[in-house]
């Protein structure tokens, strides 16, 4: 088993510190540009000593530094900076609108926003004025400071606030998870012996860096293990395929929408470049889905032109990584497996009482030294989320031979229709399998009549005939009559975050008419 972290110095230590091992490997890769863990601790030293130079400080001492930036190698510099300085490193999304930049900095109040020249409007914009805001060059391209010669940076204890995650906010305001040094490095930890990752290992990162999936999956397992990551930009899918297909890389992490943008460009590509492309995807050693439902259709697809069966887990913001399907073993389709190492997992009834491993649909709740410290300055919904030590997931589950079936949140995905219950995420499974779907999202819309009405939005398949008839009659044939959708719309694509998770409230508006109060 994983040893975790525990609070002596002596045997603790930092992802920045763990890296001093690994000091002439490739680090990071980012187009044409390569820096080595030696020169990542280097670089990342000297933005740390400029920042406690201009703050007038030793030690940040957990200070909130906030820092919007272009996936790059500067990024990495710039996050490791803030840390080695003893500050707490708050991700900021450069695909946010302003009014979402305006909550996560008034909610975080930092003491200092960093930011790259060609972002800067962007902070502007967010109309947030009360924190110094410098520019990321003036880290990163400043001459030595004398001043700073013989500064010391200060010594991180395991207990040290880390990070400041936003929650995507499909059930309201994001808010920010609080995760330590300890924490974190229980997090990658435990990914890193469940899908045993070796310093041989390459990694392509295509997520967003301010969600847990790119930041702790990806970016923090590679560097963990004196791995290399190969930054891009921003997802291609052609540029994506050349890179699976290339030799180099060993693993891949993806949310299902890129999964399926990947699909439709194979689909889509000369018969030369499909064979390509299958057969150097074949070699990689793990392929990894998450972050929202992987379809059933997709998977099977992406079985069928790589030949690699997508492993499929379970984590969110607050937890990390929670649980997941087998490295070597059956993958069930559907299923989001066990629990990872170190993480207890349980299901409870709606009076909190442990349902083992009974057939009963339960609330996931999760414990463990993978879990976050607190919501930000939100004592009462810190407290709320969780009972005895255990962390409230609000995600329902059954569990079948020790691996567990998401069902849905209970706030949206879990639908009470009739004095029944049907999960939304089931109805979608067997929806997508009709010919003239490409995608849909399910939700329930209040109706005095039935406490709530099904409802699907439909994207359906570019070229063909969509028959309304004909698709109620065949979904008939194979969902229960209370689990049939009672209100279809057709729309051009559904509304999703930055993480590719379907916003379920902003599909609920589009049968607005429909409402009954």
Known sequence: MTQFPNNSEKTFKTLCERSDKYSQRVALTFKDQAITYEELNQRSDKVATELLTILGTSDLNESRVAFLMEAGLDYVVVQWGIWKAGGVVVPLAKSHPPPELHHTLQDSDPILVIVSSKLKRSIQQADFETTRVIDASQLLDADPNPNSANLQLPSLKPER???????????????????????????????????????????????????????????????????????????????????????????????????????????????????????????????????????????????????????????????????????????????????????????????????????????????????????????????????NNWFRTGDMAVVDGGSYRLLGRTSVDIIKTGGFKVSALEIEEVIRQHSAVTDCAVVGIPNEDWGELVAVAIVKEPYGEFDLEDFIGWTKNYLAPYKTPRELKLVSELPRNAMGKVQKEQVKLLFSNSLQT
Request: with cysteine; charged share 20%.
């Open 161 to 387: 606030r880390a990070m400041m995650i936003y929650t995507s906010g499909t059930t309201g305001k994001p808010k920010g998870a609080v995760l330590t040094h300890s924490i974190l490095s229980a997090q990658i930890t435990s990914l890193v012996e469940a899908w045993e990752w070796s310093e041989d290992d390459r990694i392509m990162l295509v997520l967003p860096l301010h969600h847990i999936h790119g930041i702790v999956n990806v970016l923090c397992c590679a560097l963990w293990k004196g791995a290399s990551c190969h930054i891009s930009s921003h997802f291609d899918p052609i540029d994506t395929w050349n890179h699976l297909s290339g030799g180099e890389l060993t693993l891949f992490m993806a949310v299902p929408t890129i999964y399926m943008l990947l699909i439709k460009t194979w689909e889509a590509a000369s018969e030369s470049d499909r064979s390509r492309w299958s057969r150097g995807a074949s070699n990689l050693r793990l392929m990894v889905s998450g972050s929202a439902a992987l379809p059933k259709t997709s998977l099977e697809k992406w079985e069928q032109i790589t030949g690699q069966v997508l492993l499929e887990r379970y984590g969110m913001t607050e937890v990390g990584m929670a649980l997941s399907n087998p490295l070597h073993g059956k993958r069930r389709p559907g299923y989001v497996g066990s629990p990872l190492p170190g993480v207890k997992v349980r299901r409870v009834d709606e009076n909190g009482v442990e349902l083992g491993d009974s057939e009963q649909e339960g609330e996931l709740e999760v414990s463990g030294p993978n879990v976050f410290l607190e919501y930000w300055r939100n004592p009462e919904m810190t407290e709320d989320s969780f009972k």
